[in-house]
């Protein structure tokens, strides 16, 4: 079975300064990669994913991440944060054999101070 | 992407009570599922919806406790039954295969929630 592993609960980060959300995965099968981004009290919503091809991945507000299969990871970046990045971040993972169930990580908790 | 709604938004129940949470979505879909995110806590998938048939329960939960219906392509419902305090989370469904074609095959749309407190 996949696992999810977010290395970071909270990650308290200055505005305009850049962040880095960790996220590893485990899996003996190949799988697809997503991050979702929950706002207080909101539902989730999807930021990027990776299916296949390229290893970078662009998604919106900023925010890209990097698949890194030698590492099973991939993390999340974005070069500058807003205040209105505050929310928590979700990794997860899907088996392309098994009918696109998300396994979650645990979430990391991004507070920007301005 | 689809949009999702959630019926109710938050509830407040006694133990023993049951609530049935309905899920609607804007276009036909064809996979549907029920996640449960309990307090401070990461999603955790409770089972699959499938249209005109028994749902698929992941472990740790079973049809009893949480029986599911999925009548059409664009609807679903989750019941918790007689209900605990340890039933208190975020209950959300999500969609897979909306109108983007193979891409969106894979990206998985979420619904914004009920906030159930069991008390």
């Known amino acids: 079975a996949q696992s999810v592993t977010q290395l970071d609960s909270q990650v308290p980060v200055f505005e305009e300064a850049p962040v880095e959300l960790r996220c590893n995965y485990s899996?003996?099968?190949?799988?697809?990669l997503f991050w979702y981004v929950q706002y207080p009290n909101q539902g989730l919503q999807l930021l990027l994913k990776?299916?296949?091809?390229?290893?970078l991945v662009k998604g919106i507000n900023g925010f890209e991440a990097e698949f890194n299969k030698s590492q099973t990871s991939f993390h999340l970046r974005k070069p500058s944060v807003h205040i209105s990045d505050t929310a928590e971040y979700f990794c997860?993972?899907?088996?392309?054999?098994?009918?696109?169930?998300?396994?979650f990580g645990g979430g990391t908790r991004v507070l920007v101070k301005p | 992407s689809a949009v999702i709604s959630q019926k109710p938004s938050r509830d407040i129940c006694q133990r023993g009570t049951s609530l049935t949470i309905q899920c609607q979505v804007d276009s036909q879909v064809t996979m549907m599922f029920w996640y449960r995110q309990q307090p401070g806590q990461s999603l955790t998938l409770i089972a699959t919806a499938n249209q005109g048939s028994e749902a698929t329960y992941e472990s740790g939960f079973v049809i009893d406790k949480f029986p599911i219906s999925r009548p059409n392509l664009t609807f679903s419902t989750l019941t918790v039954s007689n209900m605990s305090p340890e039933d208190s989370s975020i209950y959300l469904c999500?969609?897979?295969?909306?109108?983007?074609?193979?891409?969106?095959?894979?990206?998985?749309?979420f619904g914004p929630g009920t906030r159930l407190t069991v008390t």
């Open positions: 997860a993972v899907s088996l392309k054999a098994a009918g696109n169930k998300l396994t």
């Open positions: 899996s003996s099968v190949s799988v697809y």
């Open positions: 999500s969609v897979v295969g909306g109108q983007d074609g193979p891409r969106g095959a894979y990206e998985q749309y």
């Open positions: 990776y299916l296949s091809g390229s290893t």
